[in-house]
């Protein structure tokens, strides 16, 4: 469990480090950004010195350190605000599009593969393949304009974007729409908050949802075909017992690491289907600060991007090994 510890601090540390110099990497100027082009040399180089821009690259990191270590991550050059709050207020639209998508993804795909693992060859088998190669190869912002003019263009059936509807009133408690409605006991601020979450949700749920039925159909072949499973038919147990206590429980292993894992690419896979859907997350959010050479939001935006993707690793990883008990945790 320590070393599990020590590995995921460090690669905390290194991505920070890593982040630090990217983000200095993107081309531009914030202070040109800031004022303009009709800027003069002497405000550009005014502001330089504000933002702490004039300093040595290794000065300005162990600014950014000390700053870290203190829970301060600075303030947005382009809206001023602190950038801890505007990721407390963003975060949770990331989250619960996110987790909403990772259960579309687990279920639909869990289902697709045992229903193709069924019968291999069969018609369900073969449209789990037509599926998952469609899933697979078409780009998220195609596939999100493309439910967008079908299902809220034509059909007019779910809004287009946005995270509510312009007549919900919404005071935030939590910051997670459905999570606050529950609380409220607000059902139309629940139906709002369903309603705009469906396309994004369907729109990255895509890609994770193909791996998952792929792996799952997979993994369910492989584990009917193994000695366990001959030996519970010789007994004499039925089909389902065979497939639900003996094979599905073994084939869910390797699941469990793809779902910890795609959860991850969840998170990149969420820049773009924010922006397609003005979903006010994370992911837009960043996309505004690469456009406005916003240093500090860019920094804070990717550091929780990582962190967050190594928390979810770490959390896989130990499941997996309380699922299976072939595994021990070297401590």
Same mark, same amino acid.
């Given at each position: 469990?320590?070393?599990?510890?020590?590995?995921?601090?460090?690669?905390?540390?290194?991505?920070?480090?890593?982040?630090?110099?990217?983000?200095?990497?993107?081309?531009?100027?914030?202070?040109?950004?800031?004022?303009?082009?009709?800027?003069?040399?002497?405000?550009?180089?005014?502001?330089?010195?504000?933002?702490?821009?004039?300093?040595?690259?290794?000065?300005?990191?162990?600014?950014?350190?000390?700053?870290?270590?203190?829970?301060?991550?600075?303030?947005?050059?382009?809206?001023?605000?602190?950038?801890?709050?505007?990721?407390?207020?963003?975060?949770?639209?990331?989250?619960?599009?996110?987790?909403?998508?990772?259960?579309?993804?687990?279920?639909?795909?869990?289902?697709?593969?045992?229903?193709?693992?069924?019968?291999?060859?069969?018609?369900? $088998?073969?449209? @789990?393949?037509?599926?998952?190669?469609?899933? !697979?190869? #078409? &780009?998220? +912002?195609? %596939?999100?304009?493309?439910?967008?003019?079908?299902?809220?263009?034509?059909?007019?059936?779910?809004?287009?974007?946005?995270?509510?509807?312009?007549?919900?009133?919404?005071?935030?408690?939590?910051?997670?729409?459905?999570?606050?409605?529950?609380?409220?006991? $607000?059902?139309? @601020?629940?139906?709002?908050?369903?309603?705009? !979450?469906? #396309? &994004?949700? +369907?729109? %990255?749920?895509?890609?994770?949802?193909?791996?998952?039925?792929?792996?799952?159909?997979?993994?369910?072949?492989?584990?009917?075909?193994?000695?366990?499973?001959?030996?519970?038919?010789?007994?004499?147990?039925?089909?389902?017992?065979?497939?639900?206590?003996?094979?599905?429980?073994?084939?869910?292993?390797?699941?469990?690491?793809?779902?910890?894992?795609? +959860?991850? %690419?969840?998170?990149?896979?969420?820049?773009?289907?924010?922006?397609?859907?003005?979903?006010?997350?994370?992911?837009?959010?960043?996309?505004?600060?690469?456009?406005?050479?916003?240093?500090?939001?860019?920094?804070?935006?990717?550091?929780?991007?990582?962190?967050?993707?190594?928390?979810?690793?770490?959390?896989?990883?130990?499941?997996?090994?309380?699922?299976?008990?072939?595994?021990?945790?070297?401590?």
């Amino acid at each position: 469990m320590l070393k599990i510890i020590f590995e995921n601090v460090l690669t905390i540390f290194l991505a920070v480090i890593a982040v630090f110099f990217l983000v200095h990497l993107v081309p531009g100027d914030p202070a040109q950004v800031m004022l303009g082009e009709r800027a003069t040399p002497e405000a550009i180089e005014s502001i330089r010195k504000e933002l702490g821009l004039d300093k040595p690259m290794l000065t300005q990191l162990g600014s950014f350190f000390v700053r870290l270590s203190e829970g301060d991550l600075g303030r947005s050059i382009r809206s001023g605000h602190r950038v801890i709050d505007e990721v407390k207020t963003r975060l949770p639209a990331t989250i619960e599009l996110s987790v909403l998508s990772l259960f579309i993804a687990l279920v639909i795909g869990v289902l697709l593969g045992m229903l193709a693992a069924k019968k291999p060859g069969g018609l369900m $088998d073969l449209f @789990l393949g037509a599926f998952s190669v469609l899933g !697979l190869s #078409l &780009p998220i +912002f195609f %596939l999100g304009l493309l439910l967008a003019l079908v299902f809220g263009l034509w059909l007019d059936w779910l809004p287009l974007s946005g995270r509510l509807g312009y007549s919900v009133s919404y005071e935030p408690q939590t910051g997670f729409v459905l999570l606050d409605a529950i609380l409220y006991g $607000d059902w139309d @601020l629940f139906k709002s908050g369903i309603e705009h !979450l469906i #396309l &994004p949700a +369907f729109t %990255l749920a895509t890609v994770p949802m193909s791996m998952i039925a792929r792996l799952t159909r997979a993994s369910l072949i492989e584990s009917l075909r193994a000695d366990y499973v001959r030996t519970a038919r010789a007994k004499g147990q039925s089909e389902w017992k065979i497939f639900f206590k003996h094979a599905l429980r073994n084939a869910m292993l390797p699941v469990i690491t793809m779902t910890g894992f795609q +959860f991850g %690419l969840l998170l990149g896979g969420a820049i773009l289907t924010e922006n397609v859907f003005a979903w006010p997350g994370m992911g837009r959010w960043l996309v505004f600060s690469v456009e406005g050479r916003d240093y500090p939001a860019l920094q804070g935006a990717i550091l929780v991007f990582a962190t967050g993707i190594v928390i979810v690793m770490a959390l896989t990883e130990t499941i997996h090994h309380r699922a299976d008990p072939r595994l021990k945790i070297s401590s």
